[in-house]
């Protein structure tokens, strides 16, 4: 059989669990027309690149599917008729990912990092952590060497006129 990959997105004033209910109809849709869902991933609430049919944010759940193109077309067809449904997209891939997705994966990268970054300060910042200005040339020595080579040019510019 055929194998999938679905996104879809559901409105943001509907609740975690409603979204899980929905996930459960879909998958139970293409179980009926003889397909299954390997893996369903919950993304959580998201900000929207732009504003769906005045959504800001939406609920993503991806979906693994083997099964044949009846059973998609058919779960596509009530995603159209759901209000709940803002978006989705299926498509066809060769193989499916048996591990988490990269969306899942990036926001896990993301939580090891700690509380540090811009707002905190941490130590990829600068801030009262130590951070990048461990590694800087201290500013007092990079004007004292400006002041010296200003000083120097100075001179000889005043020799050169002298000559004249």
């Known amino acids: 059989m055929p194998l999938y990959e679905n996104v879809f997105i559901a409105r943001q004033d509907v609740s975690a669990s409603q979204v899980d209910t929905l996930a459960d109809q879909f998958s139970a849709l293409i179980q009926e027309h003889g397909g299954e869902v390997t893996k369903k991933e919950h993304w959580g609430l998201r900000n929207l690149s732009f504003r769906i049919k005045k959504n800001r944010k939406g609920h993503y759940v991806l979906f693994n599917i083997d099964a044949p193109s009846e059973a998609v077309l058919e779960m596509e067809r009530n995603m159209r008729l759901n209000e709940d449904v803002i978006r989705y997209l299926t498509v066809r891939v060769d ?10 994966r990036s926001r896990g990268m993301r939580d ?3 509380r540090g970054g811009r707002r905190f300060g941490g130590p990829d910042r600068g801030g009262p952590r130590g951070g990048r200005d461990e590694h800087r040339p201290r500013r007092e020595s990079a004007d004292a060497e400006k002041s010296e080579k200003t000083a120097g040019d100075t001179a000889a510019e005043s020799t050169e006129g002298d000559k004249e």
């Open 95 to 104: 193989e499916l990912e048996a591990d988490q997705s990269i969306v899942l």
């Open 112 to 114: 090891d990092r700690g």
